[in-house]
Nanobody, 123 residues
Framework: QVQLVESGGGLVQAGGSLRLSCARS????????MGWFRQAPGKEREFVAS????????LYADSVKGRFTISRDNAKNTVYLQLNSLKPEDTAVYYC????????????????WGQGTQVTVSS
């Protein structure tokens, strides 16, 4: 079992920034990926970014490239998502997720999920 707890969401004006955190605990794996997904009202959950836990492989959705940055602190078992130049269309619940695979972008390949944190961007 892996437990994930997100924090850092909130309300911000367009052009502003937020940093989301995801603290991981529980079972350890020799290889894995941490991902961020988001779901806006009435829309499907979509991939945002991912990072391999033991490497430097990062992936981003085209919609966030150049604006969002994913990083990790292995000593703290924490993954971060820095959100810059936020737009109203970034408004969503953001979820942290864990996969025992390397580099997946599909949500069904992630086995554990956090409770989500709301990000609201006002225009």
């Amino acid at each position: 079992q892996v437990q994930l707890v997100e924090s850092g969401g909130g309300l911000v004006q367009a052009g502003g920034s937020l940093r989301l955190s995801c603290a991981r605990s529980g079972r350890t794996y020799s290889s894995s990926t941490m991902g961020w997904f988001r779901q806006a009202p009435g829309k499907e959950r979509e991939f945002v970014a991912s990072i391999a836990w033991s490497g430097v492989i990062t992936l981003y959705a085209d919609s966030v490239k150049g604006r969002f940055t994913i990083s990790r602190d292995n000593a703290k078992n924490t993954v971060y998502l820095q959100l810059n130049s936020l737009k109203p269309e970034d408004t969503a619940v953001y979820y942290c997720a864990f996969s025992p695979k390397i580099g997946p972008t599909e949500s069904y390949k992630y086995d554990y999920w956090g409770q989500g944190t709301q990000v609201t961007v006002s225009s």
